[in-house]
């Protein structure tokens, strides 16, 4: 069983929005640390946003700030990342993770996230 599925990408133009979702099924959801990273082809993973397991605090790549939004629903064992503004820079598989962090500077890395999803394709086009 996968315990992280992600849904919601596609196509869009230039500027337009999607919004991202990961169902967790499997995991105690509300004690994990969530974030966000992507991979472009030819390219390294690197990190997008990530949220407490409370939701208190939030982080962004810079790239992404003030374009995209993460927040999760413990209730629904969810999280979501709304993406505002797209480049075609953000044409990218967007994966969902997992993971025990609770130093401000582990969520960046995602060494530190223990659970993962199969990832979804995010493309913008100019």
């Known amino acids: 069983q996968v315990p992280l599925v992600e849904s919601g990408g596609g196509l869009v133009q230039t500027g337009g929005s999607l919004r991202l979702s990961c169902a967790a099924s499997g995991l105690t959801f509300r004690t994990y640390a969530m974030g966000w990273f992507r991979q472009a082809p030819g390219k390294e993973r690197e990190f997008v946003a990530a949220?407490?397991?409370?939701?208190?605090?939030?982080y962004y790549a810079d790239s992404v700030k003030g374009r995209f939004a993460i927040s999760r629903d413990n209730a629904k064992d969810s999280v979501s990342l709304q993406m505002n503004s797209l480049k075609p820079e953000d044409t990218a598989v967007y994966y969902c993770?997992?993971?025990?962090?609770?130093?401000?500077?582990?969520?960046?890395?995602?060494?530190?996230?223990?659970?993962w999803g199969q990832g979804t394709q995010v493309s913008v086009s100019s």
């Open positions: 993770a997992a993971g025990s962090v609770y130093s401000s500077g582990d969520y960046y890395k995602g060494q530190n996230y223990d659970h």
């Open positions: 949220i407490s397991w409370r939701g208190g605090r939030t």
